[in-house]
């Protein structure tokens, strides 16, 4: 089975504007067949000129009904001049207007589809999406700020501390230690310490020095 060709709807604004345009066709056709005849007629006219002259011409009923015929046939294409004029207007007027039932149309559709629209999206429910979008938004920078925190606070806090070391250098005149030296020097005894230790040591030597004196042995009677 072949498939069936889709038909085109003919309208009848179609039918009425093809009826105009057959019409000044029609006219067209008669408009040169009438200049034609005049011109066939003007000719034998002119040789009816050539053989008769003067008071003989115009006694001559030929060359009278000739004239008479081409004064009408004149008078007819002039007519159907302006009846040509007049059904293109009318063509032409028919076909904008054509054009403007379609704007009109389309603006009434138009028009219908805002109003659907802006019943689907009132002033309410916009106000509500704009909100969790806002709120969504401010969620989303909380996080992004959380992350950021996380991931640079550890360098941010060295690089703090590095600083306020190199502006205590600058302002005290401290010198940098080299590395491991300040964990020895953590370790080295402090000065009270080290007083402890001075104070215990003659005591200590007093006790060895008692020790290694040889007692005296009495003497025998």
Do not use: W
Not at 30 to 43: D, F, K, M, P
Not at 82 to 107: A, H, P, Y
Not at 167 to 180: I, M, S
């Amino acid at each position: 089975m072949g498939q069936q060709g889709s038909r085109i709807k003919v309208t009848e604004s179609d039918k009425a504007m093809l009826q105009l345009k057959m019409a000044k066709d029609e006219l067209h056709r008669y408009s040169r067949r009438t200049e034609n005849l005049i011109g066939v007629e003007r000719a034998e006219l002119r040789t009816l000129c050539i053989k008769l002259k003067g008071k003989q011409l115009k006694q001559d009923n030929r060359a009278r009904l000739l004239l008479k015929r081409i004064h009408y046939q004149e008078r007819l294409l002039e007519q159907c001049s302006d009846q040509i004029i007049n059904l293109e207007t009318m063509v032409q007027s028919i076909e904008f207007k054509l054009i403007e039932k379609k704007f009109i149309d389309g603006l009434q559709k138009g028009n219908q589809l805002l109003k659907k629209l802006n019943v689907e999206l009132n002033l309410e429910k916009v106000e509500s999406i704009m909100d969790t979008a806002a709120e969504q938004i401010e969620i989303q920078r909380e996080i992004d700020d959380a992350l950021s925190n996380a991931v640079v606070g550890s360098t941010i806090n060295d690089e703090v501390d590095r600083e306020l070391e190199q502006l205590d250098r600058e302002v005290n005149g401290t010198k940098e230690t080299a590395p491991g030296v300040q964990d020895r020097l953590d370790q080295l005894p402090s000065t009270k310490e080290l007083g402890e230790l001075k104070a215990s040591e003659p005591e200590k030597e007093n006790g060895e020095s008692q020790k290694e004196t040889p007692k005296e042995e009495p003497l025998l009677a």
